[in-house]
């Protein structure tokens, strides 16, 4: 069964640095998602990705992070300056089309130290 | 305000035992709705989804859902629990906006 792949599925970094959280959605899928889920706490959306560019974001997404899908295979997720409470588990998800349901990868396990 | 509310944190119940996990939702018009389950460590996966026609889905792992609009409700039921179904249970709804809103959980412990 097609999957979405993410990488890394854990990382440390400290605050205020870069990180680069990798997605490889499913080939022929058309909407890209991230969601986040901080420790005990719900699955909250940040933003997806369509046709190249982002279609929605929550009021989570601001300046600090931002989206791209450098080719045709990755969608990638950066935090420009990494904050304590980015802290949290990281979902990337691609839906063939609207209201079709999503699939999620496994996670990338952020630790902002 | 929007919502997904999903009443039970935590349920325990037996091997074999029946399980009911509830879902309301807050929207102006019926969403697109879905169940995902997440075990420790891992992603979320989509157990079932509803987006019109009969109200009553079936999906994996031998679990069910029903849509009730009148209730505003999609209960997601399984007529015997298994050992392996313990995990976090996802109740989730996606309208125009294209996004889905997640309840917060509901923690299934199985117990022999």
């Known amino acids: 069964e097609p999957e979405v792949t993410q990488t890394p599925s854990h990382q440390v970094t400290q605050m205020g640095q870069e990180v680069i959280l990798r997605c490889v959605p499913i080939?022929?899928?058309?909407?890209f998602y991230w969601y986040r889920q901080i420790l005990g706490q719900k699955v909250e959306f940040l933003v997806s990705f369509y046709n190249n560019e982002i279609s929605e974001k929550s009021e989570i997404f601001d300046d600090q992070f931002s989206v791209e899908r450098p080719d045709g295979s990755n969608f990638t997720l950066k935090i420009r300056s990494t904050k304590l409470e980015d802290s949290a588990m990281y979902f990337c998800?691609?839906?063939?089309?609207?209201?079709?349901?999503?699939?999620f990868g496994s996670g990338t396990r952020l630790t902002v130290v | 305000a929007q919502s997904v509310t999903q009443p039970d944190i935590h349920i325990t119940v037996s091997e074999g035992a029946s399980l009911e996990l509830r879902c309301n939702y807050s929207?102006?018009?019926?969403?697109?709705l879905f169940w995902y389950v997440q075990s420790p460590g891992q992603g979320l996966q989509l157990l079932l989804k509803y987006f019109s026609g009969d109200t009553l889905v079936q999906g994996i792992k031998g679990f069910e859902a029903e849509f009730k609009r009148s209730q505003s409700s999609f209960n997601l039921r399984k007529p015997s629990v298994h050992w392996s179904d313990a995990a976090e249970y996802f109740c989730a709804v996606e309208i125009e906006a294209n996004n889905l809103f997640f309840g917060t959980g509901t923690r299934l412990t199985v117990i022999p």
């Open positions: 929207y102006g018009a019926t969403p697109y």
């Open positions: 998800a691609s839906s063939e089309r609207e209201g079709y349901g999503y699939t």
């Open positions: 080939s022929n899928h058309l909407y």
